[in-house]
């Protein structure tokens, strides 16, 4: 639709809702406030009006408060008590620092809107403006009860530094990607980091884009405490039963449990029989027991079918042998790594405790190798109290272990 049209159709702009899910008590608890308008019985999406740069800015910031007007209507005559996901372009909001917007928001709370149920949803990356006073127009929005989420978290030039300091409530994700390619481990890695910023800040994180189960349990398994897409429901000019999907999304989670459990029992069966193997190597190379470079030669050629590096270091990180390394054409020794320290790797000092305390070796978690850009595995055993015995595993071995991946 012409957005002409739309200007001169604005009678016939109708609110549409996307709920919201929640993994904790499996209810609606939001819904995001959509643009929709009815023309010759068909509606339609409003978004290419708000993303045609040809548009007047006034005309814009009039739509999206019409818009706005009307879904707190509908909300405040059903009396929903759920949170209001409300999309403002920050650029658009910085023309008046954000006055508008507010002055809105204040007549239906005289009307009994509870400020503190609504969401304000902008896109960090696209902003053009000066971030610090956007930062204060933010706050002072926030002093009313307001929330704030940030949209594409993740996606394009998104700024981690820059989200950090907004410190948002809510952190939006969307797991298009997951469909329309075959993302690689970088693509996960980007997820894994907004997951530990989410943490450390305090912020929700909310998929959306959910279209097919597999999303869904992914975005349960990356630490989603909020849900949204087609696969759960569309965009509706009318509020759902807050129990719609209650029953549905225990039996998924129920379903994902179960499967994670399994997968779990078997990397802890897969960790415990290739601790047991290097056990027995360890035991059988004992006369080399002080002879640590000779000791991973021999272990090298025991562990040819899964390991492609071996090295020993201390209890601090540095290396008490070179690596041994294996090319195409076999293993080849490294002496100049001889006393490198990997003590300033995440989790290592804390895995060297592990292992002196209990005993026993370790698999890492899936990472990116700095050498040879490979996902892969370190299984990590404790030779005595002050030497650690660590060996890296390919992405092709792991790739036919089961629970490995």
Same mark, same amino acid.
């Given at each position: 639709?012409?957005?002409?049209?739309?200007?001169?159709?604005?009678?016939?702009?109708?609110?549409?809702?996307?709920?919201?899910?929640?993994?904790?008590?499996?209810?609606?608890?939001?819904?995001?406030?959509?643009?929709?308008?009815?023309?010759?019985?068909?509606?339609?999406?409003?978004?290419?009006?708000?993303?045609?740069?040809?548009?007047?800015?006034?005309?814009?910031?009039?739509?999206?408060?019409?818009?706005?007007?009307?879904?707190?209507?509908?909300?405040?005559?059903?009396?929903?008590?759920?949170?209001?996901?409300?999309?403002?372009?920050?650029?658009?909001?910085?023309?008046?620092?954000?006055?508008?917007?507010?002055?809105?928001?204040?007549?239906?709370?005289?009307?009994?809107l509870k400020l503190n149920r609504v969401v304000l949803e902008m896109t960090e990356h696209?902003?053009?403006?000066?971030?610090?006073?956007?930062?204060?127009?933010?706050?002072? &929005?926030?002093?009313?009860?307001?929330? $704030?989420?940030? =949209?594409? *978290?993740?996606?394009? #030039?998104?700024?981690?530094? %820059? !989200?950090?300091?907004?410190?948002?409530?809510?952190?939006?994700?969307?797991?298009?990607?997951?469909?329309?390619?075959?993302?690689?481990?970088?693509y996960h890695n980007v997820l894994h980091s907004i997951s530990l910023l989410a943490r450390?800040?305090?912020?929700?994180?909310?998929?959306?884009?959910?279209?097919?189960?597999?999303?869904?349990?992914?975005?349960?398994?990356?630490?989603?405490?909020?849900?949204?897409?087609?696969?759960?429901?569309?965009?509706?000019?009318?509020?759902?039963?807050?129990?719609?999907?209650?029953?549905?999304?225990?039996?998924?989670?129920?379903?994902?449990?179960?499967?994670?459990?399994?997968?779990?029992?078997?990397?802890?069966?897969?960790?415990?029989?290739?601790?047991?193997?290097?056990?027995?190597?360890?035991?059988?190379?004992?006369? &080399?027991?002080?002879?640590?470079?000779? $000791?991973?030669? =021999?272990? *090298?050629?025991?562990? #040819?079918?899964?390991?492609? %590096? !071996?090295?020993?270091?201390?209890?601090?990180?540095?290396?008490?042998?070179?690596?041994?390394?294996?090319?195409?054409?076999?293993?080849?020794?490294?002496?100049?790594?001889?006393?490198?320290?990997?003590?300033?790797?995440?989790?290592?000092?804390?895995?060297?405790?592990?292992?002196?305390?209990?005993?026993?070796?370790?698999?890492?978690?899936?990472?990116?190798?700095?050498?040879?850009?490979?996902?892969?595995r370190t299984f990590s055993f404790p030779i005595d109290e002050h030497l650690y015995l660590?060996?890296?595993?390919?992405?092709?071995?792991?790739?036919?272990?089961?629970?490995?991946?």
């Amino acid at each position: 639709m012409d957005s002409l049209d739309i200007l001169t159709n604005a009678e016939h702009i109708i609110p549409y809702f996307q709920a919201v899910y929640s993994a904790d008590e499996q209810t609606v608890i939001g819904y995001e406030i959509l643009g929709r308008i009815k023309v010759d019985q068909k509606v339609e999406s409003m978004g290419p009006f708000f993303l045609d740069d040809s548009v007047p800015e006034e005309y814009k910031i009039e739509m999206d408060d019409l818009v706005l007007k009307k879904a707190l209507e509908k909300v405040l005559e059903n009396q929903e008590n759920v949170l209001l996901f409300v999309n403002r372009d920050a650029d658009l909001l910085m023309i008046d620092q954000g006055e508008s917007f507010l002055s809105l928001l204040k007549e239906f709370q005289g009307k009994g809107l509870k400020l503190n149920r609504v969401v304000l949803e902008m896109t960090e990356h696209t902003f053009k403006g000066d971030f610090t006073r956007l930062q204060h127009m933010l706050t002072y &929005l926030r002093t009313y009860g307001i929330k $704030l989420s940030i =949209e594409n *978290a993740g996606q394009e #030039s998104s700024n981690l530094d %820059r !989200i950090g300091k907004l410190s948002p409530e809510i952190l939006k994700i969307g797991l298009q990607p997951l469909i329309t390619t075959s993302p690689d481990q970088a693509y996960h890695n980007v997820l894994h980091s907004i997951s530990l910023l989410a943490r450390k800040i305090g912020a929700t994180i909310l998929y959306e884009d959910i279209e097919v189960d597999f999303q869904l349990q992914y975005a349960w398994k990356t630490g989603g405490r909020y849900f949204q897409g087609f696969y759960l429901s569309r965009p509706n000019p009318e509020f759902l039963e807050q129990n719609v999907l209650k029953e549905k999304l225990a039996a998924e989670f129920h379903h994902f449990i179960q499967r994670e459990k399994r997968k779990i029992e078997t990397f802890q069966r897969a960790a415990a029989d290739f601790s047991q193997r290097i056990q027995s190597l360890m035991a059988k190379n004992k006369k &080399l027991s002080g002879q640590y470079d000779n $000791l991973i030669k =021999e272990l *090298a050629e025991d562990l #040819s079918d899964c390991s492609f %590096r !071996i090295y020993i270091c201390n209890e601090d990180g540095f290396q008490q042998t070179g690596n041994i390394f294996k090319l195409e054409n076999g293993w080849v020794t490294q002496p100049e790594y001889y006393m490198k320290n990997w003590s300033w790797r995440p989790y290592f000092l804390e895995n060297i405790i592990r292992m002196r305390t209990n005993k026993k070796g370790y698999f890492s978690d899936l990472y990116r190798d700095i050498e040879t850009g490979e996902t892969i595995r370190t299984f990590s055993f404790p030779i005595d109290e002050h030497l650690y015995l660590f060996i890296d595993l390919p992405y092709t071995y792991l790739y036919e272990q089961e629970g490995m991946l």
